[in-house]
C-alpha cells in the first residue's frame, strides 16, 4: 500500500487522482493539502503543509509553480519522495529541483501519459534521420483554456528530446511575428493554441520537401495523467534520493 499526501487537491487533477485512487487497492490518499480549502469524504484537506499531520510515502504534486518551491522545501526537510506534476517552472526552480533531488526522491515530468513519454523515445530515434534528409520540425500544442503557461511543458519536453538527439543546438521559436526572415535550418517551432476544454493535443510535425510526416497524440480525458502519475507514486515509494522521470516508470 503507497499512501498519499496530495498536493493541489482542490484543482481538476487533484479532484481526478482522488477518484482514481478510491479505484485503486494498492494506493491510499492519507491527506490532502490546498489553499483554498474544500473537502472530501475519504480524506481530510488542509490549507498549508505545516497543518498536515498524516503519514505519507509520497507527495503527488498537481498544484501551480508558485507553491513549488515551499513544496520542494518540505519534501526535503521530511525526506519525502514527491511526484513533481506542476508545469511552468522556471530556471530557478529547475535547479531547486535537482538540489532537493539530492535529499529525496524527486519524479519531475512534463506529461505523466504512457503515449506521451513513449513519443518521446520515438522522437529520439526519428529526428536525426528526418533531420538528415532534411526536415524541418514545429510543434503545434492546444490546450484548455484555463491552462496558464504557454507553450506547455509537454511541448517543450517534445522539442528537446527532438534537440537533445540532434546535437542540443537548435533554437526553440514561439513567435515568429515580429520578424520577417526565412526560417533557419537549426529551429523548432513551437505554437499553442488555448481554448474550450481540450485536455492536451500535441503534434509532432517533420516537414520536408513534398511530405509531412506529423507524430500525434490525443488527450481524451484528464485520467491519463492520473493513472500515469498514481503509476509514479508506487514507482517511488522507497526510492533512494535521485531525479527520475515517467521513463523510469515505464522501464
Same mark, same amino acid.
Given at each position: 500500500?503507497?499512501?498519499?499526501?496530495?498536493?493541489?487537491?482542490?484543482?481538476?487533477?487533484?479532484?481526478?487522482?482522488?477518484?482514481? =485512487?478510491?479505484?485503486?487497492?494498492?494506493?491510499?490518499?492519507?491527506?490532502?493539502?490546498?489553499?483554498? $480549502?474544500? &473537502?472530501?469524504?475519504?480524506?481530510? %484537506? %488542509? =490549507?498549508?503543509?505545516?497543518?498536515?499531520?498524516?503519514?505519507?510515502?509520497?507527495?503527488?504534486?498537481?498544484?501551480?509553480?508558485?507553491?513549488?518551491?515551499?513544496?520542494?522545501?518540505?519534501? @526535503?526537510?521530511?525526506?519525502?519522495?514527491?511526484?513533481?506534476?506542476? &508545469?511552468?517552472?522556471?530556471?530557478?526552480?529547475?535547479?531547486?529541483?535537482?538540489?532537493?533531488?539530492?535529499? &529525496?526522491?524527486?519524479?519531475?515530468? @512534463?506529461?505523466?501519459?504512457?503515449?506521451?513519454?513513449?513519443?518521446?523515445?520515438?522522437? $529520439?530515434?526519428?529526428?536525426?534521420?528526418?533531420?538528415?534528409?532534411?526536415?524541418?520540425?514545429?510543434? %503545434?500544442?492546444?490546450?484548455?483554456?484555463?491552462?496558464?503557461?504557454?507553450?506547455?511543458?509537454?511541448?517543450?519536453?517534445?522539442?528537446?528530446?527532438?534537440?537533445?538527439?540532434?546535437?542540443?543546438?537548435?533554437?526553440?521559436?514561439?513567435?515568429?511575428?515580429?520578424?520577417?526572415?526565412?526560417?533557419?535550418?537549426?529551429?523548432?517551432?513551437?505554437?499553442?493554441?488555448?481554448?474550450?476544454?481540450?485536455?492536451?493535443?500535441?503534434?509532432?510535425?517533420?516537414? $520536408?520537401?513534398?511530405?509531412?510526416?506529423?507524430?500525434?497524440?490525443?488527450?481524451?480525458?484528464?485520467?491519463?495523467?492520473?493513472?500515469?502519475?498514481?503509476?509514479?507514486?508506487?514507482?517511488?515509494?522507497?526510492?533512494?534520493?535521485?531525479?527520475?522521470?515517467?521513463?523510469?516508470?515505464?522501464?
Amino acid at each position: 500500500m503507497t499512501k498519499i499526501l496530495l498536493h493541489g487537491a482542490c484543482g481538476r487533477m487533484g479532484h481526478m487522482i482522488a477518484d482514481l =485512487a478510491e479505484k485503486d487497492p494498492d494506493v491510499e490518499i492519507t491527506a490532502g493539502v490546498d489553499a483554498f $480549502g474544500s &473537502t472530501f469524504g475519504t480524506f481530510p %484537506v %488542509v =490549507a498549508s503543509l505545516e497543518d498536515v499531520t498524516q503519514d505519507a510515502d509520497v507527495v503527488i504534486d498537481f498544484s501551480n509553480a508558485k507553491a513549488a518551491d515551499t513544496l520542494l522545501d518540505y519534501c @526535503a526537510e521530511h525526506a519525502l519522495p514527491v511526484v513533481l506534476c506542476t &508545469t511552468g517552472l522556471s530556471d530557478a526552480q529547475l535547479a531547486h529541483v535537482q538540489a532537493v533531488s539530492e535529499r &529525496t526522491a524527486v519524479l519531475r515530468s @512534463a506529461n505523466m501519459s504512457v503515449g506521451i513519454n513513449l513519443l518521446l523515445s520515438l522522437l $529520439g530515434e526519428a529526428a536525426p534521420k528526418l533531420a538528415a534528409a532534411g526536415f524541418d520540425c514545429e510543434i %503545434v500544442e492546444k490546450h484548455h483554456n484555463q491552462k496558464l503557461d504557454a507553450p506547455s511543458g509537454t511541448a517543450v519536453a517534445l522539442a528537446d528530446a527532438v534537440n537533445e538527439s540532434l546535437g542540443g543546438d537548435y533554437e526553440y521559436i514561439c513567435d515568429r511575428q515580429t520578424r520577417r526572415q526565412e526560417r533557419p535550418v537549426k529551429e523548432i517551432g513551437i505554437a499553442s493554441v488555448r481554448g474550450g476544454t481540450i485536455p492536451g493535443d500535441h503534434d509532432v510535425i517533420f516537414a $520536408g520537401e513534398d511530405e509531412v510526416i506529423t507524430f500525434s497524440h490525443r488527450a481524451y480525458s484528464r485520467a491519463i495523467f492520473g493513472k500515469g502519475a498514481l503509476a509514479a507514486a508506487k514507482f517511488l515509494k522507497g526510492r533512494p534520493a535521485g531525479l527520475y522521470t515517467m521513463q523510469d516508470v515505464l522501464q
